[in-house]
Structure formats: structure tokens, C-alpha cells
């Protein structure tokens, strides 16, 4: 590097700190002080009120303050620019898809020794799934606060209204496709559907799932490996759907419509999801419902959906900050938050308990979470997965929609999505 | 004893005045516009120290056939542009000239013109998103009635764009109230002469009217051009977010994606900077066609 060149990023740095320095003072200046971010609609937000409530009453030396973002995507930018100002709380919910964007830039304190020395918290207490999706570079990054995977939500009126038996464990893709196709209807003779049998975002991580339940992976180190025949027919099957079989709502039914709002509205059979829509459900839906596991091919399979509480390496406020980490992942704070019906508890005495399974509170079911642990499946920790998924989505997207033809879209993907497998090394 | 303080040159007393805006536009506009310079030749990711570049963000955006979306969202702002400008500064012309003259309730009228610039962006495009709804939306209601086809408008990549381009040709109410009062300068004596001259109300339009509007609607067109490139931002990210398959990927929505959202600030930079010389550029061919009309006009 010239000299000049050096000059230059060095006057670059000492700008972008004088623009840094003008931000306001991180919330952690005092070390008793410990801020903590975290999203979710009005009752989780309850449910962190009284858990930092408690949390005082027991440490009244610690002072929390709860930052709350009410939407994910707002949460997930706040998030990123907080780390970029260099002000970022002091423990925040990331998720195990963003973990290594942050982790490979050391942005967040490994909390694996902090475990290792924890007498509250046992790594073996935790689901081993939950907890390895957070281990990165050797080490436990974050402490896993949840282990939900991508389940089948289902109407039961709209069930009983067609006669059709509730799905079960072990059904099959033919069994699904042709449950769909029974309970999508045109009720009024007007040529136009008004019951869809599925609902379903075209989205990379939700095809996903049907790609290992078909034998196949979605990527090595290296890049994507949606070119196999494996993968392909996967696509083409979750595609179908939609082109071929009308099973889901079309492009201009979905812009005009939600598939989650249809299915919230009761205008849907089924609506595939994680945890994240049961407390939306059980304020909003009026009618009965319920979840199973997704249907099985070849193999049986499921996709991981986590968040973890993470210490952000430039907190001031460690020790205190992992204090309240350590009681948010004990059982009394996670089982707070699991009556939220947000979260499945990735602490397994929790996940077990009437918190969770308690069968009188929808979804009656939540055992089925529980039994897809064995098999789930976690999306790659690469530091640019965020783009890579966009990327994917986008190329799913056009083929769902019937705009290109599925091979096109996915070699596409893999080309795309190339360079963000090398970016960071 | 009162002290008499010695009264300030007056320019000085304005220039005092303006200096907390100067400070507030140096600080706020200026020098974060620098940086985004610097930022251009640079890796920076907002997480670690950034790193000399050169002119590779350039490369990258311009180059890299794995990256295709500067080059989409050029394209797309290109044609924003090239349809909303000449459009608006037509309909705010059309409209001015039709809403000049003083008649029973013409300041309801103007005022009807106006309202629609002053809609916060955000409710603006949640109305157009309602409106352009292809199931629900009162457009295609009433196409449907009517027995006629009901494109799916923003969720269709053909006229996904050209919604954008509709929204924007109802705020118009700047363009107009400049257009107006260019037109209210125009000394009646003119038209006068004009009249006894026996000149028809094309004749007026074409050689009297528009030559004289000329300066206004040169400002318009200047304004409209480094606009219409910014301001498709919150609708775009509101209404499509850029969907579907990039068809209403524009420029400032890239940038944001890139800068913001995937914290590329380099790339992010670099692009700006090219948007900014496009702008220019766009501008200075303006220009030098205005200059080509006039020495044609001079002879």
C-alpha cells in the first residue's frame, strides 16, 4: 500500500470516527447498567417487561433497560447500525442466520466460557441443535433463547367442513399435495378460487426443508448446490404448487393479499410457518387450529428457526450483562417468555413442561416442535447468508410465479449467490 | 450612559443570520456528501477500519456479471425518468396554462393541484397501494366492471414500473405554482399585440408563451430530472421493495440495500457517485440543447 494510500484510509477512519464520536453515548456506560434489545409484538414485550422485572428484583444491583423493536426487519436494521455506530446494547436477540455477519467480525463476546463457568446454565440442559447453531470459529457465540422449525399450520373448521382427516406424522408429499388440492376452492362458482388448500411465502428458507427431505443439500463451503437432480426436483415439486396445481394463491392474489393474512382470515387450509405466528393466532384467529409436522419424502426433515441472546464484544457491562443472560436462558426466564406462545424454549426441561405443552392452550399440539427436533436441519453459517438468501428468493420467486423455468432460476441462484461464499475469507 | 453599539453592514447582518444554516447544511449535507466520497474508494462494512480500494467498487457495480442490479436499477431509473419528467413538466404546464386566467372557483382548482404534493410520502404511497391492489383495488374494480382486462399491476413486472410513474405525475403542485407565476409574469401588452397581429392561440402558445416560459421550465426541468432520480425511495421500499425480479429496483433502493441493509458502504458510495455524474450529465445535455434552440432561435 503507497503511502498515499495509507494517508487516505487514515483520514477515511479518523472521519468516520468524528462522525462515530458525535453519536450519543452508548447505554452502557455505567457498569451496572446493561441495555437489552430484543423485537416482538405487545404480549412478548409484556413478557420481557416482567422478566427484566423479576430479573431487578432478584439482582437490584443491575439496572435493564428493555429496548424494544416492535417488527423483525426494523429490529434486524436497527441492529446493524447500532453495531456500525459502535453503540450497539449490551445484549441483544440475534438470529442464527446473521450470526456469522456479526461473529466473523468479532462483534459479539463468545460466550462459551462464560457457559463453561456458569453454575445456572449446563450446555447439555440445551437442545444440541439450538446450541450448535450459535457455535462458530470453537466457540459458543450465544446462548440460544429458542429452537422453533418450520411446522404446518391448519384450519380444523375447514377440515371438518371437507370431511378431511387432520394431517398426521409420517404423511407423504402425495399426501400433502392431495390435501391441498381438496380443500382449494371456488365457493361462490365464480370461476375465481376463494379457498386456498396451502399457504406458503416462495421464499429460500422455505423450500428448503423439501430439498433434504428429497436427499438433497443446499450448499457446500463452496457455494449453492441447487443444480442437483436431488435439489431441482425439490424445487420443481414446491414450484408446482403454484404453476401447475393452483394450490396457492398466484402473484396478484398474494400482492393483494397475504398468504399468513388468508390463512389468519380463515380463508386458507394450511400455511406453512415456524412459532413465530401462534401468539398473532391466538389473538386474532376465530377459528379452531392446530399444527403438524410437514409431510416426508425420502427423508423426513425440518428447518431450524433460532435466536439467541448474544453480549456485544464492546459492552462495558459484561459480567452483569451475562447475569442477565444467564436468568432470561434459566428455566424461570425462559418459561416466562414461553407463555407468550412466541418461542419454543430451547432449554429442554422447559420445552417439556405445561409452559409449553400445555394442551388447553392453542396450538394444542406443540408436541410436534418437540418430535421435529431429531430432524432438523440448519442453514449454513456463512457471513453473507443474508444476501445469499435474497438472492435465492428472488431466483425461487420468478420460477413460483411461472416466469422462468425452475433449472433456469436456480443455476442462476448458484451463480449469484458465488461470490458471497468467498467474501470475508 | 447608554452605549451605542455601532449598527453591522447590512450584508454582514444577513450573512450572521444565515451562518446557523450554513453550519447545519456544512454538518449535516456537506461533509457526510465528502465522506460518501472517500467512502467510494474504499472497502468499509461499518464493522472493521475501512481499507483502500481504488476503483474496484467501480469495477464491481459496473462489471461483475454475478451482480447485475446497479445496472437493473440504472436501467429502471432511467426509464422513470425519461417517462415522469417530461410528463410532469407537461401536465404542470397544461395545467398552469388552463388554470391562468381568474374565473369563478379557480383557486378551489389550484388548490386541488397542490393537495396532492403535500400528502406525506409514506401515506401517499400506502393510498397508490390500495388503489393499484389487482383483487381489491378500485382500478381494477372498475376495469372489471367494464369487462376489461385487469393487469396485476406492481405485482406484475410489465406494469410494475409504470405505477411508479402514474403516482408521480400527481404531484405536480411545485412545478405548477412556478408555471403559474412564470406565466403571471408575462406582461398582458404582449398578448395584446400578439392579438392585433392576428396571431391564433397556437401561434401565441408556440411563439409567444413558451419562449417566455422557457427559463421556468428549464428550472422545472433541472429540479424534475434530480428528483425524479432520489424520490422514488419510499414508495419504492414501501410499495415493492424494489420486486418483482427487480422490475422496480431504482436507484436510491439499491443504494439503500447495498449501504444500509447489506453494509457494503463501498459499492454503496461508488454508486451514489455515479448517480450523482449521471445527473449532471443529464443536465448538461439539457443545456447544451437549450443553447442549440436559442442560436437557432437567434438566426
Sequence with gaps: MSIFRKIYAWHLTLLVLLLTACQPTPPTATSDKVSFMVFGDPAELKAYQTLVKVFITQHPEIEIELIHIPGQSDYRQRLAADFAAGTPADVVLINYRRLAGFAIKHALEPLGPYLDQSAALNATDFYTPALDAFYWQGQHVCIPQNISSLVVYYNQDLFEAAGMAYPQTGWTWDDFLAT?????????????????????????????????????????????????????????????????????????????????????????????????????????????????????????????????????????????????????????????????GRTVPSLKAVAESPAFLDPTVKPAHSQVFLDEIPYIFRLPLVPGWVDIEEITSAELQRAFYGDAPVAEAMVSAVTRAAPYFTEND | MIKRVRA?????????????????????????????????????????????????????????????????????????????????????????????????????????????????????ALIWLWIFNPL?????????????????????????????????????????????????????????????????????????????????????????????????????????????YYATLFLPMEIYNEAFDAFRFGPGAAMMLLMFALTAALIGVMFSFLNDWREADEH
Excluded at chain 2, 144 to 150: C, F, H, K, R, Y
Design chain 1, 180 to 340: 391441498a388440492q381438496a380443500l382449494t376452492k371456488d365457493t361462490d362458482g365464480d370461476g375465481a378460487t376463494d379457498q386456498y388448500g396451502l399457504g406458503v411465502e416462495p421464499e429460500f428458507i422455505r423450500v428448503a426443508p423439501f430439498i433434504w427431505q428429497n436427499g438433497g443439500d443446499l450448499a457446500t463451503p463452496l457455494g449453492l448446490t441447487l443444480g442437483t437432480p436431488e435439489a431441482l426436483a425439490a424445487v420443481q415439486w414446491f414450484v408446482n404448487w403454484q404453476v401447475t396445481h393452483h394450490i396457492v394463491p398466484g402473484r396478484a392474489e398474494e400482492e393483494s393479499e397475504s398468504s399468513e393474512s388468508r390463512f389468519q382470515n380463515g380463508r386458507t387450509a394450511m400455511y406453512l410457518n415456524s412459532r413465530r405466528i401462534v401468539p398473532t393466532l391466538r389473538e386474532a384467529a376465530t377459528f379452531e387450529w392446530d399444527v403438524a409436522p410437514l409431510p416426508q419424502n425420502v427423508a423426513r426433515a425440518t428447518l431450524l428457526h433460532a435466536d439467541a441472546y448474544c453480549l456485544a464484544a464492546v459492552s462495558k457491562a459484561k459480567d452483569a450483562a451475562w447475569t442477565f443472560i444467564e436468568f432470561a436462558n434459566s428455566a424461570d426466564g425462559q418459561t416466562l417468555i414461553a407463555k407468550t
Design chain 2, 8 to 124: 453591522l453592514p447590512y450584508r454582514t447582518e444577513l450573512g450572521l443570520m444565515l451562518v446557523p444554516y450554513l453550519l447545519g447544511v456544512a454538518g449535516l449535507i456537506g461533509l457526510p456528501a465528502l465522506l460518501s466520497v472517500g467512502m467510494a474508494f474504499v472497502f468499509y462494512d461499518a464493522l472493521s477500519p475501512p481499507t483502500w480500494a481504488g476503483l474496484a467498487n467501480f469495477r464491481e457495480i459496473l462489471t461483475d456479471p454475478t451482480d447485475p442490479l446497479f445496472k437493473i436499477a440504472l436501467a429502471n431509473s432511467l426509464y422513470f425518468v425519461a417517462l415522469a419528467v417530461p410528463l410532469r413538466t407537461l401536465g404542470a404546464l397544461g395545467l398552469a396554462l388552463w388554470l391562468n386566467r381568474q374565473r369563478r372557483g379557480v383557486g378551489l382548482y389550484r388548490a386541488a393541484v397542490y393537495l396532492p404534493t403535500v400528502i406525506p410520502d409514506v401515506a401517499y
Design chain 2, 136 to 244: 381489491y383495488g378500485p382500478v381494477n374494480l372498475t376495469l372489471n366492471a367494464l369487462n376489461l382486462p385487469t393487469p396485476g399491476w406492481l405485482a406484475d413486472g410489465d406494469t410494475a414500473k409504470l405505477v411508479f410513474v402514474i403516482m408521480a405525475l400527481f404531484q405536480i403542485g411545485e412545478g405548477f405554482v412556478v408555471l403559474l407565476a412564470g406565466l403571471q409574469n408575462i406582461p398582458p401588452e404582449y398578448y395584446a399585440s400578439a392579438a392585433v397581429d392576428g396571431a391564433n392561440r397556437w401561434q401565441i402558445l408556440r411563439h409567444l408563451t413558451l419562449p417566455l416560459l422557457a427559463p421556468w421550465l428549464l428550472l422545472l426541468t433541472v429540479r424534475d430530472v434530480i428528483l425524479s432520480f432520489q424520490t422514488t425511495f419510499t414508495a419504492n421500499f414501501i410499495m415493492t421493495g424494489g420486486g418483482p
